[in-house]
């Protein structure tokens, strides 16, 4: 009960540290145990009616709020017409994870532009040497050692490149594509690590997303799902829609991957923390996860469509 209303408070408002920024991260869990204490207040009615009755009043409320936050991911509109443009993004943890399973998602799906975060020198020779950057031969960014290196690749020219002042790099780029827009590519600190790092990070996002106009998306590893009350906030301000959302993808987990807790791998994921943010200039088609190896993040992949 207390784990669930630490989320539903979390979730409400999230004040920018640690542990909150992960409860809200992870409010779709929340609902199992609110309907579980629904279930719970109902058998012990006849037996102890103070406590379930308590548990019938949370369930009461919680249920209904976190039915209200889950819903709209498996009802988005979706994108108007065809296909025009397929955005990937994959955080490669530290430069381990597998360079030709990452290749191959970018090559089957026909990536056209390929958000790469984590990504180290090493890492990058080894993409190099399987023909990754002969398909993408443009690139914006530069890979770091350890986890700071936050690129974007793309099959079409990139210009007026400049840096994003961040924890984990980003970076923004006008991408030459048939329609033209800016792709703001960027990795967020981690929460449980620098906490006001995060809060500052989203801060600073905001502020540098606030004057774009025109097509645009915000892609990368926020290390936090968009029930963190900052990113609604980031999204809102920037007049940003989260692609998964839009689309109906439902509970999209990115985090963990194939690495990571064991108990929220086996449950399919325990938060989306990894976001293709869109403006209005496009509908979300649809949008797919991939487990990759040597990496605790899915691979994110979003197909959108120009309105």
Same mark, same amino acid.
């Not at 199992?32 to 009043?57: E, F, Q």
């Not at 030459?176 to 449980?192: D, K, L, N, S, Y």
């Given at each position: 009960m207390? &784990?669930a209303l630490?989320?539903?408070?979390s979730?409400?408002w999230?004040?920018?540290?640690?542990?909150?920024?992960?409860?809200?991260?992870?409010?779709p869990i929340?609902?199992?145990?609110?309907? *579980?204490? =629904?279930?719970?207040?109902?058998?012990?009615?006849?037996?102890?009616?103070?406590? $379930?009755a308590?548990?019938?009043v949370?369930? =009461?409320?919680?249920?209904p =709020?976190?039915v209200?936050w889950v819903l709209?991911s498996?009802?988005?509109?979706?994108g #108007?017409?065809?296909? @025009? =443009? %397929?955005v990937?993004?994959?955080?490669?943890?530290?430069?381990?994870?597998?360079? @030709?399973?990452?290749?191959?998602?970018?090559?089957?799906e026909?990536?056209?532009?390929v958000?790469?975060t984590?990504?180290t020198?090493?890492?990058?020779?080894?993409l190099? $040497?399987? +023909? &990754?950057? #002969?398909?993408y031969?443009? !690139?914006?960014?530069?890979?770091r050692?350890?986890?700071?290196g936050?690129?974007?690749?793309?099959?079409?020219?990139?210009? #007026?490149? /400049?840096?994003?002042d961040?924890s984990? +790099?980003?970076?923004?780029a006008?991408?030459e *594509?048939p329609?033209?827009? %800016?792709?703001?590519?960027?990795h967020?600190?981690?929460?449980?690590?620098?906490?006001?790092?995060?809060?500052d990070?989203i801060?600073r996002?905001t502020?540098?997303?606030?004057?774009?106009?025109?097509?645009?998306l915000?892609?990368?590893?926020?290390n936090?799902?968009m029930d963190?009350?900052?990113?609604?906030?980031?999204?809102?301000?920037?007049g940003l %829609?989260?692609?998964? /959302? *839009?689309?109906?993808?439902?509970?999209?987990p %990115?985090?963990p991957? @194939?690495i990571?807790?064991?108990?929220?791998?086996?449950?399919?994921?325990a938060?989306?923390i990894? !976001?293709?943010?869109?403006s209005?200039?496009?509908?979300a088609?649809?949008?797919?996860?991939y487990?990759?190896?040597?990496t605790?993040h899915?691979t994110?992949?979003?197909?959108l469509a120009?309105?």
């Amino acid at each position: 009960m207390l &784990f669930a209303l630490f989320v539903t408070g979390s979730r409400v408002w999230t004040p920018g540290r640690g542990w909150a920024v992960g409860a809200a991260s992870i409010a779709p869990i929340a609902l199992p145990c609110y309907v *579980a204490m =629904l279930i719970a207040g109902a058998v012990l009615w006849s037996r102890a009616r103070i406590v $379930a009755a308590l548990l019938l009043v949370i369930g =009461l409320v919680g249920t209904p =709020l976190h039915v209200a936050w889950v819903l709209p991911s498996f009802v988005g509109d979706g994108g #108007d017409g065809p296909v @025009a =443009l %397929t955005v990937m993004e994959a955080n490669l943890h530290y430069g381990l994870a597998d360079a @030709a399973r990452v290749a191959a998602i970018a090559r089957d799906e026909r990536a056209d532009v390929v958000v790469l975060t984590e990504l180290t020198p090493a890492e990058q020779g080894r993409l190099d $040497a399987l +023909g &990754f950057t #002969d398909r993408y031969p443009h !690139h914006a960014g530069e890979p770091r050692p350890v986890r700071d290196g936050t690129v974007v690749f793309s099959r079409y020219p990139l210009r #007026d490149i /400049r840096s994003l002042d961040i924890s984990r +790099g980003g970076v923004v780029a006008e991408v030459e *594509a048939p329609r033209p827009f %800016t792709i703001v590519a960027a990795h967020a600190g981690q929460p449980f690590i620098a906490g006001y790092g995060w809060r500052d990070d989203i801060v600073r996002l905001t502020h540098d997303l606030a004057p774009l106009r025109g097509p645009r998306l915000l892609v990368g590893d926020l290390n936090a799902s968009m029930d963190a009350s900052q990113l609604r906030t980031l999204a809102s301000h920037a007049g940003l %829609t989260d692609a998964a /959302r *839009a689309a109906g993808s439902g509970w999209q987990p %990115t985090w963990p991957g @194939a690495i990571g807790s064991r108990f929220w791998s086996r449950l399919g994921g325990a938060a989306a923390i990894d !976001h293709v943010l869109m403006s209005s200039d496009f509908g979300a088609v649809s949008t797919s996860t991939y487990v990759v190896g040597g990496t605790d993040h899915r691979t994110l992949v979003a197909r959108l469509a120009n309105r």
